[in-house]
Structures are given as structure tokens and as C-alpha cells.
Nanobody
Framework: QVQLVESGGGLVQAGGSLRLSCLAS????????MGWFRQAPGKEREFVGA????????HYADSVKGRFTISRANAKNTVYLQMNSLKPEDTAVYYC?????????????????WGQGAQVTVSS
């Protein structure tokens, strides 16, 4: 059974940066696309970004494009979400997810495994 564990969340001032990590255990995910989603209080879960199995292709939501960067280290079974120029509206619980396929997807339904989430709070 695959387990995903996010870390690196916390409280940061607007304009600051955070890096989330997602460590997978149970099986290697080097052939799986990985995604990041977030859910703010009272809102639905939304797509943040995704990366294909090799790390050669990434895709981001318009709201984070140019500020967030996804990368992966397959040898470490880890995916990262670097968040720069953070805004109060980025406040949410951030989830990493693993897809069954190697090509990236934006819809949550395409992802089979989910982490427990990491809280990111951006103060104004």
C-alpha cells in the first residue's frame, strides 16, 4: 500500500516562501505522475500543479503559475512543491497525490493515492 506524507508546511508572511515535500513509501513511484492539490476552508479541493513520471513535463494552475514550482527526485521517492511570493489566498491544506499513470493529470479523479495534507498559512 502506498503512503504519501507531506511535510514543510507552516506559517509565513505574504511574499515569503515555503517548500513542501511529499515522501512516498510502500512502493516506488518513479513511473507515476504526481500532483499537488489544495483546499481552503469552505472551498472545494483545487488543482495546484502536476509533474509527469520523469519530471520533464509540469503543469500549473493559472493562480500559481510563475510562483510555484514542482520537482521530483525519483531516487528519493520524493516530490517537492516550491512556493514563492506567497499570498494570503494561498492559505490552504496542501495535498500531494500519486496517479496510476505516468502522464500528468489535473483532475483529482485521476489520482489513486493521497497524503494527509500539510497546512500552509500566509499572513498579510
Amino acid at each position: 500500500q502506498v503512503q504519501l506524507v507531506e511535510s514543510g508546511g507552516g506559517l509565513v508572511q505574504a511574499g515569503g516562501s515555503l517548500r513542501l515535500s511529499c515522501l512516498a513509501s510502500g512502493q516506488t513511484l518513479s513511473t507515476n505522475a504526481m500532483g499537488w492539490f489544495r483546499q481552503a476552508p469552505g472551498k472545494e479541493r483545487e488543482f495546484v500543479g502536476a509533474i509527469n513520471w520523469s519530471g520533464s513535463v509540469t503543469h500549473y494552475a493559472d493562480s500559481v503559475k510563475g510562483r510555484f514550482t514542482i520537482s521530483r527526485a525519483n531516487a528519493k521517492n520524493t516530490v517537492y512543491l516550491q512556493m514563492n511570493s506567497l499570498k494570503p489566498e494561498d492559505t490552504a491544506v496542501y495535498y500531494c497525490a500519486a496517479a496510476a499513470a505516468g502522464f500528468l493529470a489535473t483532475m483529482a479523479e485521476r489520482y489513486d493515492y493521497w497524503g494527509q495534507g500539510a497546512q500552509v498559512t500566509v499572513s498579510s
